[in-house]
């Protein structure tokens, strides 16, 4: 079966503090994987993706995402968050057709 | 730039009374999908148009109705919007489907009075 979670519903960091979002998927061929963001009344900006190559996929915003096989994860990473990485995060699978995407994770940023 | 405009960004509209939402595209994509987002909620795709052929997902309400005049366009018809179907909007764009990388405009939100 295709799916992906996000096992984290909510997070909260202060200003400048470091940043992990999980996201794990289940996929029976190679995955293309692709984080999103949404800010409060938005539509959805990319991040960034994975398609092959280099496991370590940089993005904008200063993100980045490690892709792991063996752990079968897409986790999105930041060194020092900004206010304004407030948000909504969904990471995405590219089904047969269709995007599968995780519940998302809203991220809350305390100054 | 290239890019997904939506119009409107804001939508009232009456229980029952149809409405249409639009969508166009500097991409020049071949792939137009729309999708439907509930607050906090993912994205529930209803269709998409790969180039003039339509294709429904299976548990999209009739009520839900699509059109594609030319590649830059589509529209979004809801027949008779219910309460149930105040939610935001989103049209998103692809050259292909399968693995290709999807752009999203900014969403209509639809409120139902």
């Known amino acids: 079966a295709q799916s992906v979670t996000q096992p984290d519903i909510h997070i909260t960091v202060s200003e400048g503090a470091s940043l992990e979002l999980r996201c794990n998927y289940s996929?029976?061929?190679?995955?293309?994987l692709f984080w999103y963001v949404q800010s409060p009344g938005q539509g959805l900006q990319l991040l960034l993706k994975?398609?092959?190559?280099?496991?370590l996929v940089q993005g904008i915003k200063g993100f980045e995402a490690e892709f792991k096989r063996s752990q079968s994860s897409f986790n999105l990473r930041k060194p020092s968050v900004h206010w304004s990485d407030a948000a909504e995060y969904f990471c995405?699978?590219?089904?047969?057709?269709?995007?599968?995407f995780g519940t998302g994770t809203r991220l809350k940023v305390l100054a | 730039d290239a890019m997904v405009i939506q119009n409107p960004r804001y939508q009232v509209t009456q229980f029952g009374k149809p409405v249409t939402l639009s969508c166009s595209q500097t991409?020049?994509?071949?792939?137009m999908y729309w999708y439907q987002q509930k607050s906090s909620q993912a994205p529930k795709l209803l269709f998409h148009?790969?180039?003039?052929?339509?294709?429904n997902e299976a548990d999209t309400p009739d009520n839900f109705q699509s059109r594609r005049p030319n590649t830059s366009f589509c529209f979004l018809d809801i027949r008779s919007p219910g309460l149930g179907d105040a939610a935001m909007y989103l049209c998103?764009?692809?050259?292909?489907?399968?693995?290709?990388?999807?752009?999203f405009g900014p969403g209509t939100r639809l409120t139902v009075l």
């Open positions: 991409l020049n994509h071949n792939v």
């Open positions: 148009y790969y180039d003039k052929d339509f294709n």
């Open positions: 998103a764009t692809s050259r292909d489907v399968s693995t290709d990388t999807q752009y």
């Open positions: 996929y029976g061929a190679t995955p293309y």
């Open positions: 994975y398609f092959s190559g280099d496991t």
């Open positions: 995405a699978l590219s089904g047969t057709y269709k995007y599968i």
